[in-house]
């Protein structure tokens, strides 16, 4: 079975500094693929950023990247200068292929204005 | 603009009915799933299909029917025997075989009477 472990059920960060958000996971699967989405308060389900497994490269989009330790089997989420829409659940995930994904149970991200 | 569409917004269930949820796509997906949130929790699988006139149980399937007569919808019956109905579903759908990012709807509330 898969897992997938989101340890900070709450962050803060002040608008504009840097904040990382932390997941760890478990697979016996050797290609799989990771991904954080975000949820605000509207709960739509908003993709932020994807990592394919078998790339060492970590993922980056805009203000968003990744810290994908392979062997470690972690996968934490990197917010550079912090806005005020980035205020959100954010949801770690696993998967591959076309079965479900495995989620965590969220962190609550607040910014501080 | 092609997306998912889930309805209702909101939908109330009384003792021993079954309700339906309505999921529509445009985007030509192949793959649609249900999730269920709960507060406080992440997306767990409820059904998933990858073609149509096929699906499979996902992680808390008991309590659920599904179908999928066309690719573009996957509706989502909760049976009287789900004992606890209320909570958050969402609806997503990919395509077949590819890195596995979803798109969502933006979701179904259901609520017991």
């Known amino acids: 079975a898969q897992t997938v472990t989101q340890s900070q059920p709450e962050m803060s960060v002040q608008e504009a500094e840097t904040v990382t958000l932390s997941c760890t996971y478990d697979?016996?699967?050797?290609?799989?693929?990771l991904f954080w989405y975000k949820q605000p308060p509207s709960r739509q389900m908003i993709l932020v950023i994807r990592?394919?497994?078998?790339?060492?490269q970590n993922a980056t989009e805009n203000r968003f990247s990744v810290n994908f330790q392979k062997a470690a089997k972690s996968f934490s989420l990197k917010i550079s200068d912090s806005q005020l829409g980035d205020a959100a659940m954010y949801f770690c995930?696993?998967?591959?292929?076309?079965?479900?994904?495995?989620f965590g149970k969220g962190t609550h991200l607040i910014i501080q204005p | 603009d092609g997306g998912i569409t889930q309805s209702p917004k909101y939908l109330f269930r009384k003792e021993g009915q079954n309700v339906t949820l309505s999921c529509e796509q445009n985007?030509?997906?192949?793959?649609m799933y249900w999730y269920r949130q709960d507060p406080g929790q992440g997306l767990r699988l409820i059904y998933y299909?990858?073609?149509?006139?096929?699906?499979q149980k996902g992680d808390i399937a008991e309590g659920y029917s599904v179908s999928r007569e066309k690719k573009e919808s996957f509706p989502l019956t909760v049976t009287s025997a789900q004992k606890n109905p209320t909570a958050f579903y969402l609806c997503?759908?990919?395509?077949?075989?590819?890195?596995?990012?979803?798109?969502f709807g933006a979701g179904t509330r259901l609520s017991v009477l």
């Open positions: 697979t016996s699967e050797s290609d799989y693929y």
């Open positions: 985007l030509n997906h192949d793959a």
């Open positions: 997503a759908s990919s395509i077949f075989g590819t890195s596995g990012s979803r798109s």
């Open positions: 995930a696993l998967g591959g292929g076309a079965d479900g994904l495995t």
């Open positions: 299909s990858q073609i149509v006139n096929d699906f």
């Open positions: 990592q394919e497994a078998y790339k060492q």
